[in-house]
């Protein structure tokens, strides 16, 4: 068994590999290399934290206690700089050397910075990191107008962080949709609604030719035709990369990401991968296509599992997402934007309101789904499509509790948070069952009916 096993990089797949390594070998030594200055947090909370719903402290989940109580060692803001694996050593940037038995690489992905003139300028954001997220709500005190930039779900949640915070902000899409890897153009056009009604102006098929700035701060974006959009800040979330640069110069295989196989094992003994920065080769569907949480999550506790010498397989690659878009709950699993063009595929789509599904089949076999609004099913369709069920299979249960038309809110409902107290107020229309925050804890939160009345009441499955 291995005595020392070093982890690079602090986020969902690391940390869920350090439990579950501590979890089933007690006598391991594992220490986690962070570049941040923060213990685990979730990224997907940074825009409650950029529109000052809640602070550093709900941000910061695991606190340094539950390292120590774990016994395992957190290295925050050490970046490593170089591998040596002929030496099994890690080369920190400070300099110092580390010698492991096991390593994980999971050092997720990061923007690559936009190819744009003036994209230097003070007041150019991108959000990945919780420090990117404080330094934007620094930067926007006093300030009042964002220009945001990409189609991504990260510039998605950017601009409502900031929307939340009060900033006015123009969208500006190269394409005409948001988030077309994963969702349909009647699903981003569901989005695209929601965030007009928050007052975010939404421009199509522009290119941005430069950042104008103003004694080194960002002034205005220019676009191709000619328009100039003011601005006090540009914010991005595209061209994610996965962080490989300390493997030059090493025997370990990148193409894009480090390469694995289904054991999460590199092309080197002893080294693994996990999340998003690991890549499961070409044919992968999934390749070109980070930000899954609950991806990064498995494969960590997968390649913990071969760590340890168990020989566990990561059984289907599940390419499953969920997410918070300006209140509408979205999940979105498999090949969930498949195109109908293609004659093996058929999809069943609807749409009400603030709710839109779509099941994807291909040769009858369930292969992709997305839920906005409602996504309850969402647990069930997933398992469903990771066993490749049929859509027979799917019909004999599944189909009929999709298409039933469960009941909505005749008016609308006030009711204190079950967690914070605070009065939280659900428009009327809402379909019972769907998923919301609470703007004051950022509590998440279920419509139900209880003793025959519209309640609130905490989510089971955060
Ligand atoms: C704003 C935002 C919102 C998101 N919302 C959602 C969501 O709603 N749903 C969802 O499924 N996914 C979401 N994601 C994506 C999700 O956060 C990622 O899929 C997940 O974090 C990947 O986990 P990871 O452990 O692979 O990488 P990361 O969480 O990126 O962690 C990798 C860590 O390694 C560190 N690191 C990198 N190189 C080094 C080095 N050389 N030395 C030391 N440390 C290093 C990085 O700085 C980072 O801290 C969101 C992402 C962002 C940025």
Known sequence: MADHVAIIGNGVAGFGAARRLRREAPDLTISLFSDEAHPFYLRSRLKDYLAGDIGHYEMILESRNLYRREGLNLFLQTPVAALDVAHRELVLAAGDRVRYDHLLLAMGCRPSGLPIPGA???GVFGLRTLDDAEAIRRWMAGRRRAVVLGESM?????????ARLGVEVDHLLMGEHFWPEVLTPDASNLVAEIMQRQNIRIRRRVTVEEILKRNGSVCAVRLSGGDVIDCDMVGHGCSFRPCTDLLRDTPVTCDGGVLVNDRLQTAVAGVFAAGDCASFGPDDPATAFYSRRQDAFVQGETAAANILGRNERLTGLARHV???LFGLAVAALGQSNASDEDPAVTTVASGHGTTYRRLVFKNDILVGAILAGDVEHAAILGRHIR???SRDQLEAGLMAALAEDRPRLEHALHAP?????????VPAGTLIGSRFVCRSCSAKLR????????????????
Do not use: F, M
């Open 120 to 122: 230097t300028a003070a």
């Open 154 to 162: 990260v510039s998605l949640h950017l601009a409502e962080g900031l």
């Open 322 to 324: 969920r997410t918070d």
């Open 387 to 389: 066993r490749g069920g």
């Open 417 to 425: 948070c079950p967690i914070c107290t605070d009065t939280v107020t």
């Open 447 to 462: 419509l139900i009916y209880a003793d025959g009345r519209p309640a609130v009441a905490p989510q089971d499955d955060v």
